[in-house]
């Protein structure tokens, strides 16, 4: 790094300060009101009364990148007997960008003046005693490697990584740069020309920042683009652009944004957290710089003495609860998606988050956290929860299932090709079987709150604090019983993640709330109220039937059995025909929710997804 200089020039002024005390009589009390008057314009920025005072002031300010400055003149002036000179000790305490603060102690000499004033007879000195018109101060700046973020077993999920820094010296673009690049690199061309316009001639503009066996594909023809520069650096990332990013996250240049977010201690050069955990751990993971700040002879350029050091703090590892063998089976099974599809895994006995994945490709959007869809017919299960548990009706208890129904007079209908399991259905037959019908029927024999209870009681709605922004569900009271029709069969009002959904489907697993976990360190969680045993089976047993006899056929795989509940969201009540596609459940303790956004259905769209998922994870 370039130090910036800075020459302290010798030079003895005579800063005339006329202040009052308390004590007009009294020539010591008379110097510490002028060192207070000193040392307020010396930290505030403002005009000390002499230019020379002002110029190395602002020159120090400079080299050292100060922010702020704090001058202590609190202890008093102490004056020779025949009070011709007084001396104030002062301490001062530099804040410098991205290095954090320096103290020291300095002495301000004053002395009476004209108008009954006194004055502070200025030298370099009193900026600091070690500097003179020969020398200067200069400050370097170090810093640490960034720590990694861990997987459940102690593996590294974040790890130095090789990348390239590709952009143009701006003075030595020409047209055909902007075209050669959008081809070889997929960017704007009008943003990057805007900025190039907007630089100083020999300054770097970034393009993009790529790793280098993507940057092994395209060197030879990128090499050849007019004015192009490219700078080798490492970040800290995963080993994939797409794996886990919208989780994770992954770093870049600072912005004024995530500059906020970082700290004082980071500068407006470093690379920093810029998405997922990566932003939201950034100060943990980064740790602290270390520097000094030299005194320097301004002619030879050579160190006369350090005048302060503070040594690089490692940053602390962040320990996840994701599991790196889970969290690629659910890479795996979203990246050859074409719609964007989120997936979330998660321990059902623990709730601990083994997996989350957003695809296809690299996605920074974490839809699988903060999402807010309608969960469509998965919201079932909580319907199913709600009537069992109020009695309304048991698992065997026949209900029809017709095409459509009326409640209150609101139409209901089943999807577009729906097929009942049996001419005559259970109720467990009818979930199974995704009925709409069936469900909404039984309405007006739920009270106002029973679905927000209920759903409550499964985990959908809770407040959880992991680290990153996270929406588990909201589930309204219905008072009106169509509003509460549309919520039995997940539309209306209610919305949910798919993490939410994840932490559903490992409550019917677990038979009891779950919250969801994220950080090995994070506080336990308090023992929630187990859901009734007998309640609990029941759930299960439709859930299984789902994919023995119901529409998540499909994932009656071998092995252990699995258990699901699939979905279809309509989106707009207008156009029945934009959905979002749902399949939630568990196998072993092995809880899962995916959602395929523009998804035709739950079976057709979501499920393949879940298939592939559980056969890439190991089985215990």
Request: glycine fraction near 10%; proline fraction near 7%; charge should be negative.
């Amino acid at each position: 790094m370039r130090a910036t200089r800075v020459v302290a020039l010798l030079v003895t002024t005579a800063v005339v300060l006329t202040a009052c005390s308390g004590d007009g009589d009294s020539a010591q009390a008379r110097a510490a009101a002028a060192a207070r008057t000193f040392a307020e314009a010396w930290q505030s920025g403002e005009s000390t009364g002499s230019p020379q005072a002002d110029d190395l002031i602002a020159e120090v300010n400079s080299a050292l990148q100060v922010s702020s400055t704090a001058v202590d003149v609190s202890e008093g002036p102490t004056c020779n007997d025949d009070e011709t000179v007084c001396r104030a000790p002062a301490e001062v305490t530099l804040t410098m960008q991205g290095l954090g603060e320096w103290s020291y102690d300095t002495e301000l000499e004053l002395a009476p003046a004209e108008a009954d004033g006194w004055q502070v007879s200025w030298t370099p000195q009193t900026l600091h005693p070690r500097l003179t018109s020969e020398t200067r101060l200069e400050r370097q700046r170090e810093l640490p490697a960034r720590a990694s973020i861990l997987g459940a077993g102690g593996e590294r999920l974040t790890r130095p990584t090789s990348v390239l820094r590709v952009g143009v010296v701006a003075g030595k673009v020409k047209p055909a740069t902007y075209g050669q690049l959008a081809e070889l690199l997929d960017i704007d061309p009008a943003g990057l020309r805007q900025q190039v316009r907007a630089a100083d001639p020999e300054w770097f503009v970034p393009v993009i920042t790529i790793r280098r066996p993507q940057y092994g594909q395209v060197r030879g023809q990128l090499l050849q683009v007019p004015g192009i520069s490219v700078n080798e650096d490492t970040w800290s990332l995963t080993k994939a652009s797409s794996w886990g990013r919208a989780l994770v996250g992954t770093v870049a240049p600072a912005t004024a944004e995530t500059l906020e977010q970082a700290g004082p201690l980071a500068g407006q050069h470093d690379v920093v957290g810029a998405s997922g955990l990566q932003l939201a751990f950034q100060r943990q993971l980064a740790g602290e710089p270390g520097g000094v700040v030299e005194l320097v002879d301004a002619e030879s350029d050579a160190t006369v003495e350090e005048l302060f050091t503070k040594r690089p703090q490692r940053g602390e590892p962040l320990r996840t609860t994701l599991d790196a063998d889970v969290q690629n089976a659910a890479e795996a099974a979203v990246g050859t998606q074409d719609k964007t599809t989120a997936l979330v895994a998660m321990r059902a006995g623990t709730g601990e988050i083994l997996a989350s994945a957003v695809g296809p490709g690299a996605q920074s959007y974490n839809s699988a956290f903060v999402g807010r869809y309608p969960p469509g017919s998965t919201f079932k299960i909580v319907s199913a929860a709600a009537l069992l548990g109020e009695e309304v009706l048991d698992a065997g208890t026949p209900v029809p299932c017709p095409p459509t129904t009326t409640v209150n007079g609101k139409s209901f209908k089943n999807y577009d090709d729906f097929q009942a399991v049996s001419a005559d259905p259970t109720f467990a037959q009818d979930i199974a079987a995704s009925c709409n019908t069936a469900v909404v029927s039984r309405a007006e024999e739920l009270d106002a709150d029973a679905l927000t209870d209920w759903a409550g009681r499964l985990g959908l709605g809770a407040d959880v604090d992991l680290g990153v922004p996270a929406f588990i569900g909201d589930v309204p009271l219905t008072e009106d019983v169509v509003d509460r029709a549309a919520s039995m069969i997940g539309q209306g009002r209610v919305l949910a993640s798919p993490l939410g959904m994840a932490t559903m489907a490992a409550a019917v697993k677990a038979g009891s709330p779950v919250t969801p976990k994220l950080l090995q360190d994070a506080d336990a969680a308090p023992q929630a109220e187990p859901l009734d045993p007998g309640l609990g089976r029941d759930l299960q047993e439709m859930m299984r039937l789902t994919v023995t006899d119901g529409t998540a056929s499909s994932l009656d795989l071998p092995g252990e059995p699995v258990h699901a509940k699939t979905g279809t969201a309509e989106l707009d009540s207008d156009d029945p025909s934009k959905t979002h596609a749902w399949i939630v459940g568990f196998r072993g303790d092995l809880a899962f929710a995916v959602l395929v956004e523009n998804g035709v259905s739950g079976s057709e769209d979501a499920a393949p997804v879940v298939r592939a998922f559980l056969e890439r994870v190991p089985q215990p």
